[in-house]
């Protein structure tokens, strides 16, 4: 047999099982399993004590991605591609988002242009529809989902970019026609503004105020609306970003009326909270994202989904902004009122090591279910299996190398997003990613990135089945 690379005696973990194998690698894909294996000329990787797990896929991030005016995300395709990468990333899945006037079909030929040659891992676009025109339902999205554009996001929240309900079927009914994936960002726009007025008129603008004009009952609410549309047009819906145990009680009830729903959720739903947005001066601003994070109970109730099944996705919703920067959280009128700070937290890199250890470590969750919900099921639902988010044979070799009893404090001086602070400063974590291949070449190797070795990848037809 031809191989190229054997990975040696590292814990494989392939679907439900974690074994001590081999990996053997040929042509960019996995060609081999077993114990032993050899190959005349391959080059041996010694992984003994390692874990060997299918390169984490974030099906939800923000790169370079229009912020309004005078502000700038943190994060360029290199930067982005670069600190997801460090944290045992080898997919990442961004946002495109069209400016202006121009078509959906323009707004991707630009964004893809901007991905071009500046990518250290694969990257897969979603697309953002937040105009309902005839060119958009019509012809842009069936043609971009012919080019392997394959899933959409709506918003109910955001001025500039919530759709209606009527504007939502009609959303859907085109999904349902094309067959395409459906993710909905589920936070009541209108309840957001009245509380948000309420707040302005008690003279209550601190960066502590958009967490409480976006209570649990905002989020719970559109994601009932969401769900009880999607069983209208009668197609599967992923509510993105769940941070409560009351929205998914929403998910679970429309699972248990029979419909496909996907549920995702993130590391600031698990170990931040609302009071981090209340710290002293403008430092709550480092945590002002949406939803918000919630408190200790609607943390263990995001846990208990993890541990349960109940949450088929685990992203960062990496959205990085600088901190000390007037084109971005310290922008304009920022601290004059919460309205003004540019909404998102970096949380590309951190992502898998947060998990594995508060989760694999502590004994939460096993190896398996640690890697499916962080690659093989995002891999799956977005249409990107089984050529990524497994180690099987005739998959890409995209294989991360684990240390799980490596000890790392995280710092922002450590990582290598565009924005100038962590929200994890000072978290501590046990396992931490120290390896990783992307098509069977050397990704991250003796803290070593290979340079521009991803690209722009086309994805198939979703795989929207239930895994409860």
């Known amino acids: 047999m031809h191989l190229d690379r ?5 814990t494989v973990v392939t679907g439900d099982d974690a074994r001590i194998q081999d990996i053997g690698i040929a042509d960019g ?3 081999a399993l077993g114990i032993s294996l050899s190959a005349e000329g391959a080059e041996i990787i010694d992984a003994k004590g390692l874990i060997a797990m299918p390169g984490g896929i974030d099906s939800h ?3 370079s991605q229009p912020s309004g005016p005078d502000v700038e995300m943190a994060d360029d395709f290199d930067s982005a591609t670069r600190a997801a990468a460090f944290g045992g990333n080898t997919t990442v899945m961004p946002f495109c988002l069209p400016v202006g006037d121009a078509t959906l079909r323009e707004a991707v030929a630009d964004y893809v242009g901007k991905a071009r040659g500046k990518c250290h891992l694969d990257v897969a676009i979603h697309l953002i529809v937040h105009r309902t025109d005839p060119v958009t339902l019509g012809q842009d999205l069936p043609a971009l989902h012919a080019a392997g554009f394959t899933s959409f996001k709506i918003f109910m929240t955001y001025a500039d970019m919530a759709l209606s309900d009527r504007q939502i079927l009609e959303v859907l009914k085109v999904a349902k026609d094309l067959g395409a994936a459906v993710m909905v960002h589920a936070e009541n726009e209108d309840a957001i503004e009245y509380l948000r007025d309420e707040a302005e008129r008690a003279g209550r603008a601190g960066p502590a105020m958009h967490a409480r004009t976006r209570p649990v009952p905002v989020e719970r609410e559109a994601t009932h609306r969401a769900l009880s549309l999607a069983q209208i047009a009668g197609v599967p819906l992923t509510i993105v970003h769940v941070s409560n145990g009351e929205a998914l009680d929403e998910i679970r009830r ?3 009326r029979g419909q496909i729903v996907h549920a995702e959720t993130c590391p600031q739903y698990l170990t931040l909270t609302a009071d981090d947005l209340d710290r002293a001066g403008f430092e709550g601003a480092k945590f002002v994202c949406s939803p918000p994070p919630r408190d200790r109970a609607a943390q263990a109730e995001c846990w208990a989904g993890i541990e349960q099944g109940d949450f088929d996705l685990f992203s960062s919703d990496h959205c990085p902004f600088r901190f000390a920067d007037a084109a971005g959280k310290d922008r304009p009128g920022a601290r004059a009122s919460f309205r003004n700070i540019p909404n998102g937290i970096p949380a590309i890199e951190t992502r898998l090591p947060i998990l594995f250890s508060e989760g694999v470590v502590k004994g939460r969750i096993s190896l398996s279910r640690f890697a499916a919900i962080t690659a093989t099921n ?5 249409g990107l299996a089984p050529r990524k988010g497994m180690i099987a044979v005739g998959s890409d070799a995209d294989i991360v190398l684990w240390n799980p ?3 790392r404090t995280i710092s922002q001086s450590d990582l290598h997003h565009g924005a100038d602070y962590t929200p994890w400063e000072g978290f501590e974590v046990t396992g931490w990613p120290v390896a990783s291949f992307l098509r069977g070449e050397f990704l991250l190797h ?4 290979a340079e521009y070795c991803g690209g722009v990848i086309a994805c198939g037809q979703p795989d929207q089945r239930a895994w409860q």
């Open 405 to 407: 009893e490596l000890t």
């Open 61 to 63: 991030v923000h790169i």
């Open 254 to 256: 429309a699972r248990q």
């Open 29 to 31: 894909r996995i060609a």
């Open 378 to 382: 995002h891999a799956r639902l977005y």
């Open 446 to 449: 003796e803290n070593s990135l």
């Open 6 to 10: 054997i990975i040696r005696g590292a």
